[in-house]
């Protein structure tokens, strides 16, 4: 069809390789060095556990350790006091699984393969082998940073990819180099029903299918290498796959596998394959579990919830009238019948909505143990969805202990991590009110024994008179386009009225498009391209360093478009 | 069924070169005796009726005999008004896979100059299909952009376009949309009103040159001179802007329904609409403007997914009771026979069946200005008429005569002729 | 004998079935139309837990049952659809001539809407079904309309036996060889494709067969692919296969012969009606449209009168839909056989009860109102192969499923939470969707196959 080449076509022209300039990888080496990294927290709410709080306590880290903590320690020489009167010491949190800290990969041209039915495995998305070291690589994606500020002290990071992505590694949310930061290496398969691009595995069905050849076919291996291994006589060579070796600890039951099912049909389809197969299994960034509760509660799975959830409605809902209001331009009588009827989806609507929001409540009450994923969840809205959590019928109790002591056992760190016990790594926050309190604020941070103070961000002026904020530098970004991801650069220069926008592709990085009808009112920037005669309008929302939107092309239709600033500019 | 036909020594078109001998449709005088006769404008009545001269001579008790007329006993039996179907693209279109066979859609958004008449071909094997079920007389439209062309108004016999035109053209538009075009229309609403704002913009500018061109070409008459530039665009448009003529509108959404009406009332147009599988939301709009409506397929999928199964069934019915003018189509290529059954479900959801009929049959006919020739059993009308054993909305009936512009057409088609050849392979499995 | 076997495959069903949901109704007094008995009158329906207890006159039922008045209206076995790709998020795995390893079941929708419009047409069983990119494509699964449930794990049919569709003609010719210059682009690519197949199934059990025995020490390679094809040579699945012309009909039935495979039907065969003595003689059934044709080339020389031809001529015969419109209606569809061949009210309601049920060997099951079969009941207002008859009461498995009383307009069960009302119309004329993204990458999948200018995925 001549849409789709005209439509692949215009995108490679918009995309483009770039070259990665590393202008700001460097530390900045002027600063000052910490004089100490004794610290000694005084007088403080301490939450030791999940209803455990002690008051009046005081805690002494030393050597990236909870060194002691009691109500009468005493203060070592060396130690930097932190006044915490009336404060409250968290544990640090734990993420039970999530990107956080690995790049988005960058998308380079778009694989051929001369036959889709047959394609190399690491084009179809088949890497159990790879792991968290290799994901991240020099240096840690700046989500580290954004959780690390949110109260966590803990990941379980997994590799980006497709089907089977690689092994799961848990990290401290130090600032420290990548590899110190690594708690416990190699603990998980992330297993996803997510589809190569055109090629097999093609499908949700495909996936399925082929996830049970690669397991099965590892168990055979696993089991002749191991009676060649006692007895090699007269047996031919087991023939080495890098894939299903990485698979060996999985069907000898020694990792589980996190298999992401947001939906509740991806969590039947990770019980289907459990069911068959038999691993251990953790069901991972469950949004929509709770049709499935019974099932997932009888054969004691782990269970990560998805931190994600719907759009708050109220907002919503007034928004949406006001603007049917406008486009039906009601004026005649006629609007009672249409109103019960948007009223009666309104109200379906809310249902599920509360439905998403209380699935933690439903799940503490029939009391299932489950940890917190951040998985596709935006960092600023982590901590206003566990309230309106707690507000939808989840005690603080149980939302404390899913983002500490259960992805503690869960992930198998719970003699270093999920507590503040003395000996534990000295990962945990210091927040002004309680936590669940509305306007608390974490005012300080301890991540591998190494305190930060966290500045309070300056609030922006609301009322459309942010113009004048500066998102000057370049943005990379990727967009979406169904089966395949595109990316590029955004480059903006100049504010206010004077800034100009210009735009490349991979595919040709020198040919920059000058942007039209740029509009920004301090959060939501909209501008347009035209590439062959086509235009392209891009309407995105700037949070921080990050961006999501879309692009919408045409008739073509609209594609996601995400991105993040490349480097801040100096 | 057709074993009356069985001297047809058949042999498949395409499989072989040979000739082939095919019943040829009869013009002449035809007596139709003792037949119950469904007129529709006058009722139901027990008698004869007399085909001659291309058109129905007369109704009542006929006592005319001869030579030259050909006697049919219908004792028992049924005369409808050939089925009007207000909107396909029969004959435009000979495999549906195969673009080089569709000739309905031509490149561009403005093109209302393309001719439907101009590409319909009076061969094409869907049109022996269609009638046979009784549809004598079809809307064949265009596809496409805003304004994608002219639909024509066709009787389905004839050897040449010219022969088969009904007397009815019309520009047809689709007003913009602001649905989702498909189940893979990925578009946010944000984006979906935005193309649907460009595409009324686009409208509208059309719509002013149009109206200046009409001004122009008025002033260009009155002092006896010609425009000198050539443009077949608002050549075609001048009838509708003048109000000379309908446009037909495709429009379907409840909303977009409603800034149709709006629209077409602020540039003072007559206008035909067609689609309408939301009319039901909105039916006091829609009879405040007046506006004639041509929908379905009544069998088709609601919409939306959260409206009730039934709607499209019953979306014909509750603009009726609302006193809408309602007339039924298919939408169809090669399957617009289903125009009865399509009505029949209409007629089963709460229009009855004497309004159903009425759907297919005069409503259509006077929508397109055609009732004083088409649509009823009336003297003096053409006579496109069938003879059928019972109520041609059950499946059980059967069709048995049938007769477009006077001709008696036999009741032949590809599908009945293979069914006459491979009921009884001979051989069978052995040899 | 045969009650016996029904009962005891039900007594099977119940001990080997999953906590399915039953339920108990008691229809009163209406038409019953047995398909397998004859047309009795004034005649009670009695389903209990799920299974069709009596069928009698003046039955009464236990307190707790609830009562259907049926006076004046027909009642039906539930209609079976042999063919649709309802309830299903994928339908093809494109990428290869051979996917016989993967299996629709996994990709099941049990939030489609188009289940519960299924039901509303009287359809309590369709068979959901791979699509037909491939030569050989995927397994494909027979579900129960129990709308309702969010567990996709409740539509299965337990204990309905495996499926596996097959496509011959231009939809894979057009992926493969004209999409990627891949065998299969003509119709002798096709039949190697099978022919392989097989042979390699052959090989593959005789290695697992060896591995087993302990006669060769290495396991070789599992694939999902080939255990499917062996238990296809095994007859241990039934081949549903998209096909058209005559001369692939007849080539497929040499290849199955070649192989001992016999349990297949043959799907759409548009032109079945030309070998009608062959596909009965070889045992095949077919499942066709009631007059779908011209939408390309292969079904050009097609007839509607095709469903008559077929059963007249002895081969198992259903009409199917393909289609989530369609599949509404196909008591109308079936009727269309009695206009084109004018076949009696029990053999077109054959075509959409019985038939489908032995096409999809479930014929034990379901398919005809007898003792101990499913309570699987479809009620009309009158004779369903009248145009003017409604279906009113649909039930499974003694549970009503579909009520035009009681039921509420919006019956979706999954809701968008952050939804947006006013803009959920999908415009569904021909045109537009030609326009849409589809193509892109939807070509790939169903977009080109077929009726491409329509949501038809045949």
């Known amino acids: 069809m001549t849409h789709s080449n005209h439509l692949r076509r215009v995108f490679s022209l918009l995309l483009f390789c770039f070259l990665w300039v590393c202008t700001g990888a460097a530390q900045n080496s002027d600063d000052a060095k910490e004089v100490t990294t004794t610290y000694f927290i005084k007088n403080a709410f301490v939450v030791q556990k999940p209803g455990t709080l002690l008051p009046n306590t005081s805690i002494l880290i030393k050597g990236g350790l909870i060194h002691s903590l009691g109500p009468n320690i005493e203060v070592p020489f060396d130690a930097k006091v932190v006044d915490a009167d009336s404060m409250y010491v968290y544990a640090g949190f734990i993420d039970a699984c999530s990107h956080t800290g690995i790049a988005q990969q960058e998308q380079k041209d778009r694989p051929r393969v001369k036959d889709p039915g047959n394609p190399p495995k690491h084009l179809a998305g088949i890497t159990p082998q790879n792991t968290v070291r290799n994901a991240i690589g020099e240096k840690l994606d700046k989500s580290m940073k954004d959780m690390r500020e949110l109260g966590f002290g803990f990941v379980h990071v997994i590799p980006r990819g497709r089907m089977l992505p690689g092994q799961g590694s848990v990290l401290s949310t130090g600032n420290g180099k990548p590899e110190q930061t690594l708690i416990k290496e190699n603990i998980s398969q992330f297993a996803q029903f997510k589809p190569a691009r055109r090629m097999f595995p093609a499908t949700t069905i495909g996936v399925m299918s082929q996830f049970r050849d690669l397991y099965k076919n590892a168990e055979y291996s696993n089991a002749y290498l191991k009676s060649y291994n006692l007895d090699p006589k007269g047996l031919e060579r087991p023939k080495h796959s890098e894939e299903l070796a990485a698979l060996f600890p999985v069907v000898n039951l020694q990792m589980p596998i996190f298999f992401y099912a947001p939906r509740v049909k991806d969590v039947n389809r990770a019980l289907i394959l459990n069911q068959e197969l038999g691993f251990n299994l953790v069901l991972t960034g469950v949004r929509q579990g709770w049709p499935l509760m019974d099932e997932i509660n009888g054969n004691n799975h782990g269970v990560v919830l998805s931190l994600h959830l719907p759009e708050k409605i109220e907002d919503k809902s007034k928004k949406e009238e006001k603007k049917e209001e406008k486009e039906e331009d009601k004026k005649e009588g006629d609007e009672k019948e249409e109103s019960a009827e948007t009223k009666m989806l309104r109200e379906k609507k809310k249902k599920s909505h509360d439905e998403y929001v209380g699935q933690a409540a439903l799940f503490e009450k029939r009391g299932l143990v489950f940890s917190f994923s951040s998985l596709d969840t935006k960092a600023k809205d982590i901590r206003s969805n566990i309230l309106r959590m707690v507000e939808g019928g989840l005690s603080e109790r149980g939302a404390l202990a899913a983002l500490t002591t259960n992805p503690a056992t869960l992930l198998g760190i719970s003699n270093v991590a999920g507590t503040i016990e003395q000996g534990k790594i000295a990962n945990l926050f210091v927040s002004d009110k309680p936590y669940f309190d509305e306007d608390a604020k974490i005012r300080f941070m301890v991540n591998d024994g190494v305190l930060t103070e966290i500045e309070e961000k300056k609030k922006k002026k609301k009322g459309g008179s942010n113009e004048n904020v500066s998102i000057e530098g370049e943005w990379k970004y990727n967009v979406e386009i169904p089966g395949n991801t595109q990316s590029g650069l955004i480059v903006v220069e100049g504010k206010g009225d004077d800034m100009k926008i210009k735009v490349n592709s991979d595919e040709d990085p020198a040919d920059f498009t000058d942007a039209t009808s740029i509009d920004f009112d301090g959060k939501n920037l909209t501008f347009e391209i035209l590439v062959e005669g086509i235009s392209y309008a891009i309407d995105i929302n700037i949070e921080g360093s990050e961006f999501e939107g879309n692009v919408s092309v045409g008739e073509f239709g609209s594609f996601p478009m995400t991105g993040n600033l490349k480097d801040s500019p100096e | ?431 | 004998m045969k009650k016996y076997i029904a009962s005891l495959s039900a007594l099977l069903m119940c001990l080997s079935g999953m906590a399915q949901e039953m339920g108990s109704v008691l229809i009163k007094n209406g038409t019953v139309l047995t398909i397998t008995d004859g047309i009795k009158n004034n005649t009670d329906v009695w389903i209990k837990n799920g299974k069709i207890k009596e069928i009698g006159q003046n039955l009464s039922a236990d307190r707790s049952t609830e009562i259907v008045d049926a006076k004046g209206k027909f009642v039906m076995p539930g209609i079976i659809d042999a063919h649709s790709h309802i309830a299903l998020e994928t339908v093809n795995e494109s990428t290869n001539p051979i996917t016989s390893e993967v299996f629709v079941g996994d990709g099941l929708d049990p939030q489609d809407v188009a289940i519960y419009r299924a039901l509303a047409g009287g359809v309590t069983i369709s068979h959901a079904m791979h699509g037909s990119a491939n030569a050989v494509g995927g397994e494909c699964e027979t579900i129960k309309h129990r709308y309702g449930t969010w567990d996709p794990d409740d539509l299965r049919m337990q204990g309905a036996p495996r499926t596996i569709k097959f496509a011959l003609g231009e939809n894979p010719m057009r992926v493969h060889g004209e999409g990627r210059n891949i065998t299969p682009s003509t119709r002798m690519g096709i039949e190697q494709v099978f022919r392989k197949a097989f042979a390699e199934g052959r090989i593959y059990k005789k290695e697992w067969d060896d591995f087993n025995s302990g006669k060769t020490k290495t396991p070789p390679v599992y694939s999902r692919r080939m255990e499917t094809i062996r238990d296809i040579l095994d007859g241990e699945i039934i081949i549903h296969c998209h096909s058209y012309r005559a001369d692939e009909i007849l080539m497929l039935m040499n290849v199955l012969s070649d192989f001992g495979v016999d349990k297949i039907c043959f799907q759409h065969v548009n032109e079945g009606f030309k070998v009608a003595p062959e596909l009965a003689e070889f045992g095949a059934g077919a499942s066709v449209f009631s007059d779908w044709w011209a939408y390309k080339f292969e079904v050009y020389y097609s007839t509607a009168y095709n469903a008559a031809i077929l059963a007249r001529n002895g081969v198992i015969t259903s009409i199917n839909s393909d289609s989530g419109e369609l599949i509404r209606h196909l008591y109308h569809e079936a009727a269309k056989t009695q206009r084109y061949g004018d076949l009696t009210d029990n053999e077109a309601l054959r075509l959409i009860t019985i038939n489908p049920a032995i096409q999809l060997g479930i014929d034990e099951r379901v398919g005809s109102l007898e003792v101990g079969k499913d309570g699987d009941v479809a009620i009309f207002s009158g004779h369903p192969l009248s145009i003017y008859s409604i279906p009113e009461i649909t039930i499974v498995d003694g549970i009503i499923r579909f009520d035009i009383e009681n039921d509420p307009d919006d019956m979706r069960i999954d809701i968008d939470p952050e939804e947006k009302f006013n803009d959920s119309y999908i415009e569904l004329d021909a045109e537009d969707e030609d326009r849409c993204m589809q193509d892109v990458f939807h070509e790939l999948f169903f977009g080109a196959l077929g009726k491409s200018h329509t949501l038809h995925k045949h």
């Open chain 2, 1 to 431: 069924m057709n074993k009356i036909y069985i001297w047809v020594v058949l042999v498949l078109v395409g499989l072989s070169g040979q000739a082939q001998m095919v019943e040829k449709s009869k013009k002449g005088t035809f007596l139709l005796k003792d037949a119950t006769l469904h007129t529709i404008t006058q009722g139901i009545i027990q008698g004869d009726l007399l085909v001659r001269d291309g058109r129905i001579a007369e109704i009542g008790i006929i006592n005319e005999s001869g030579a030259s007329i050909e006697i049919i006993d219908c004792s028992g039996k049924h005369v409808y008004p050939g089925f009007i179907d207000g909107g396909t693209t029969l004959g435009l279109s000979e495999v549906g896979s195969i673009s080089l066979t569709q000739d309905y859609r031509e490149l561009g958004d403005f093109t209302p100059h393309m001719q439907a008449l101009t590409a319909v071909n009076p061969n094409s094997v869907s049109i022996p299909v269609t009638r046979t079920n009784g549809v004598t007389t079809v809307i064949a439209k265009t596809a496409g952009g805003l304004f994608p062309g002219t639909a024509a108004l066709i009787n389905l016999h004839g050897y040449t376009p010219g022969q088969m035109y009904a007397g009815f053209k019309g520009v047809q538009m689709n007003f913009p949309s602001s649905g989702k075009r498909g189940r893979w229309d990925r578009r946010t609403p944000e984006e979906i009103k935005k193309d649907g704002d460009k595409a009324m913009k686009k409208l509208n500018d059309i719509w002013d040159k149009a109206v200046q061109y009409a001004a122009i070409d008025s002033a260009a008459n009155a002092s006896q001179q010609k425009i000198s530039d050539y443009n077949p665009q608002m050549e075609a448009l001048l009838p509708i802007v003048r109000g000379e003529a309908p446009l037909l509108v495709e429009v379907n959404k409840d909303i977009d329904i409603k800034n149709a009406i709006k629209w077409l009332e602020k540039n003072k147009l007559k206008a035909i609409f067609t689609g309408v599988s939301e009319g039901f939301r909105v039916t006091e709009e829609l009879l405040k403007s007046g506006i004639p409506v041509i929908t379905g397929p009544v069998l088709s999928v609601p919409g939306r997914t959260s409206a009730r199964y039934d709607v499209s069934y019953k979306n014909p019915s509750i603009m009726l009771k609302a006193g809408i003018k309602v007339a039924i189509r298919t939408n169809e290529t090669e399957n617009v026979r289903n125009l009865p059954f399509n009505a029949g479900f209409a007629a089963t959801y709460g229009m009855g069946v004497e309004e159903a009929l009425k759907a297919i049959t005069i409503t259509p006919a006077e929508i397109f200005g055609v009732e004083n020739q088409l649509g009823s059993l009336e003297k003096g009308k053409i006579a496109n008429l069938f003879v059928s054993d019972g109520d041609p909305f059950e499946m059980k009936t059967e069709i048995q005569y049938l007769f477009i512009n006077g001709y008696k057409v036999p009741i032949e088609s590809r599908h009945t002729l293979l069914y006459d050849e491979f009921l009884e392979r001979d051989p069978g499995v052995k040899r």
